[in-house]
């Protein structure tokens, strides 16, 4: 399985920016799918995440400014993000929980830059 996202850049305070992920390779059904986040010298931290029943869940912190949806395709996840901050400025990572025979496992994209200036 691969996560390939894209979508990251350079954005100013108040701006928007649409990140696109893709899971290739996938056997069995994307049970959930969604977005975290690393600045330096902080943890991974959740973002957003939507399951295969469209159910969201945002962190507190981006909660009426990113939008977390799938792609008609139910293998392709985007987060908007809207009215941008300096502190959304992280590396945004795709994940995704796979569920086959009895079993789930949980795969990470590469990750993509995202910086908000001020």
């Known amino acids: 399985v691969q996560l390939q996202a894209s979508g990251g850049g350079l954005v100013q305070a108040g701006g928007s920016l649409r990140l696109s992920c893709a899971a290739s390779?996938?056997?069995?059904?994307?049970?959930?799918m969604g977005w975290y986040r690393q600045a330096p010298g902080k943890q991974r931290e959740l973002v957003a995440v939507?399951?295969?029943?469209?159910?969201?869940v945002y962190s507190n912190s981006v909660k009426g400014r990113f939008t977390i949806s799938r792609g008609n395709a139910k293998n392709t996840v985007y987060l908007q993000m809207n009215s941008a901050k300096p502190e959304d400025t992280a590396v945004y990572y795709c994940?995704?929980?796979?569920?086959?025979?009895?079993?789930?496992?949980?795969?990470w994209g590469q990750g993509t830059q995202v910086t908000v200036s001020s």
């Open positions: 994940n995704a929980e796979i569920r086959y025979s009895g079993s789930s496992t949980t795969y």
């Open positions: 390779g996938v056997i069995g059904s994307i049970y959930i």
């Open positions: 939507i399951t295969s029943s469209d159910m969201t």
